[in-house]
């Protein structure tokens, strides 16, 4: 099995060279790692080259650089659509992983071939304490591997995709189903999660750092982010839909993305009118809601 490693760089020069070495010292190396800086106006892209060739890396480890800035989602994308391996690891420029992440991981995909894309567990950590950040991170189950069903809510990823190693085919939806505002998490997680072959291996190796900057999506309870958020939602579960015979989506999956589908409709335009009436008639939708409290998250937001 060809494993890549892909990462994205922006102005990272504070963290990139820590986050490189525990790339290097995975116990199972990559036979690629794929890095492409969008533009840096700092040294992020001097300390890269740098540090291939200081470690003579040249022949594996390939850095491209972008003429013009693209923004960190279809960055992405352009970066996954250069890798070849057959199980592809997403990194982020400054966390850190456990040595052996890829060879745990990897050996999970050798041997579940139903498996199209793995998520690990991470430990959020303060970028200026170390200490452990509080994150919506939920148990996704306490065995060694666990299928992911599509639970209260479709589209919201519940890991980042610094825990993800996705099987080489799924780059071929990108040309096909992916759209620009989409982050590549999301898409990934709901690709996989509408086939049903989204699986979960509950063990810890990533240190996921939360720092000023990072570019997690908002979440803010004010109206205009919560309907950003639900639109988002509702265009990618829809686009999924549209392509349910491509993604071979089982009809149990399809009648859950197609109420999902609803919800996030309701929610949006309650938002919207900052109608009371119709959002006091969303709690009969309150299963279909990520969280309980999220319907009060709703109702503040329709308020600002």
Request: glycine letters at 4%; charged letters at 30%.
């Amino acid at each position: 099995m060809k494993i890549s490693v892909v990462m994205c760089t922006y102005n990272g020069e504070k963290y990139i060279e820590e986050q490189l070495r525990t790339i290097l010292k995975q116990s199972r190396k990559p036979e690629e790692v794929i890095l492409c800086d969008d533009c840096s106006t700092d040294k992020t892209a001097e300390i890269i080259r740098s540090f291939i060739r200081t470690y003579g890396l040249e022949n594996d480890w390939h850095l491209y650089e972008n003429p013009e800035n693209m923004g960190w989602k279809r960055n992405f994308m352009e970066t996954l659509r250069r890798s070849t391996g057959d199980l592809i690891f997403l990194a982020d420029q400054d966390d850190l992983w456990h040595p052996r992440k890829i060879e745990r991981m990897s050996k999970v995909c050798e041997q579940h071939p139903e498996v199209s894309l793995l998520v690990c567990d991470c430990y959020p950590f303060d970028d200026v304490t170390g200490e452990r950040k509080k994150w919506f991170l939920p148990q996704l189950g306490k065995q060694d591997l666990m299928q992911i069903p599509i639970g209260r809510s479709f589209a919201e990823s519940l890991r980042p995709g610094c825990t993800y190693a996705l099987r080489g085919g799924m780059r071929e939806y990108i040309d096909e189903l992916w759209e620009e505002d989409c982050p590549h998490d999301l898409f990934f997680w709901c690709a996989a999660l509408a086939q049903g072959s989204l699986y979960s291996y509950p063990k810890v190796l990533v240190k996921w750092r939360r720092a000023e900057g990072n570019a997690t999506p908002r979440n803010d309870k004010n109206r205009e982010c919560r309907m950003e958020v639900l639109e988002r939602q509702y265009r990618v579960t829809k686009q999924m839909l549209a392509y349910k015979e491509t993604l071979q989506i089982p009809e149990k999956n399809r009648i859950k993305m197609e109420q999902a589908l609803q919800v996030y409709r309701k929610r949006k335009d309650a938002i919207e009118r900052g109608s009371l009436p119709e959002l006091l008639a969303l709690l009969r939708y309150l299963p279909l809601y990520p969280r309980k409290r999220s319907w009060i998250g709703d109702v503040i937001a329709a308020t600002k």
